[in-house]
């Protein structure tokens, strides 16, 4: 049974920057392509990033382009979203999930497995 675990958030003032985990369990990721997700209070779950199960692509939000850097090191079982230059508009829940099929993907229907989100808050 695959159990997803996301940490690394926190609070952080804007022009700042986090690392985000997602760690694995039960299972390994080396299949599975990983997303990330992220809810604002009152808004739908949005696609931010996919790396593919390769790792050889890697997929973004227009909205993060060029500020966030998904990776992967499988040998953790760990998949990672650097955000640098945060803003406000940052602010939500941070989740990962996993796609097993097709390509990597921003729409959240394709994901399966959730984990249970990590709390990003940009602020002055």
């Known amino acids: 049974h695959l159990q997803l675990v996301e940490s690394g958030g926190g609070l952080v003032q804007p022009g700042g920057s986090l690392r985000l985990s997602c760690a694995a369990s039960?299972?390994?990721?080396?299949?599975?392509?990983i997303g990330w997700f992220r809810q604002a209070p009152g808004k739908e779950r949005e696609g931010v990033s996919c790396?593919?199960?390769?790792?050889?692509?890697?997929y973004y939000a227009d909205f993060v382009k060029g500020r966030f850097t998904i990776s992967r090191d499988d040998a953790k079982n760990t998949v990672y979203l650097q955000m640098n230059s945060l803003e406000p508009e940052d602010t939500a829940v941070y989740y990962c999930?996993?796609?097993?099929?097709?390509?990597?993907?921003?729409?959240?229907?394709?994901?399966?497995?959730w984990g249970q989100g990590t709390q990003v808050t940009v602020s002055s």
């Open positions: 999930a996993t796609k097993l099929f097709g390509l990597c993907s921003l729409n959240r229907p394709d994901f399966g497995s």
């Open positions: 039960g299972l390994t990721l080396d299949y599975y392509h």
């Open positions: 790396i593919s199960s390769s790792a050889t692509r890697t």
